[in-house]
């Protein structure tokens, strides 16, 4: 049997589709499969790398805040994740001032500080510290609940699912299996 150019051509875009191996509990992102996984995001454009050697946890005016981009950013992101139905049972945020701000940004319910998302990029906490923090929280996802929203920084997302993203970047993580794969709204 010949194939036409067009026969062939849908042949290589379906076998090139079906070589990345999605995970079946991501295969198809709607709102139903979101039960019991947790979105990480990182936080919405703040310029610069880090914080100023002032850093006060206590204190936005010592850290690296969310510019007019970042914000509008946040926004946009937000209203996406609306608009698909999204609803989370919870939002937390890293206690870093870019990331709460990113969260209230994003308008999808009341947004809890958990330190378990700190950054630990500066030692400013220590990942030994943190990271059993998330893990617990994460063990504690109820697998029938809405999913959580978790905002934080490149190097909990990381650390967590071994996916890097920009700033507004967005995992989709499951507790039970580890599986991750990069979402868009």
Known sequence: MRFGRSSRATALCIAILLSFAIPKCFADASVALLTGKVLFMRHALAP???DPDQFDLSDCETQRNLSVEGIAQAKEIGAKLNKRGLVFSEVFSSEWC????TAANLNLGQVIPFKGLN?????HFSEDDLLPLL???????ESSGNPLLMVTHFVTIQAVT?????SGGLVLYDPETGESIKFTP
Do not use: D, P
Request: a positive charge.
């Open 135 to 141: 893990h617990e929280k994460l063990w504690n996802v």
């Open 119 to 123: 950054s630990f990029y500066e030692a």
């Open 48 to 50: 610069g790398n880090g």
């Open 98 to 101: 870019r990331c709460q701000q």
């Open 162 to 166: 071994g996916r890097s993203v920009s």
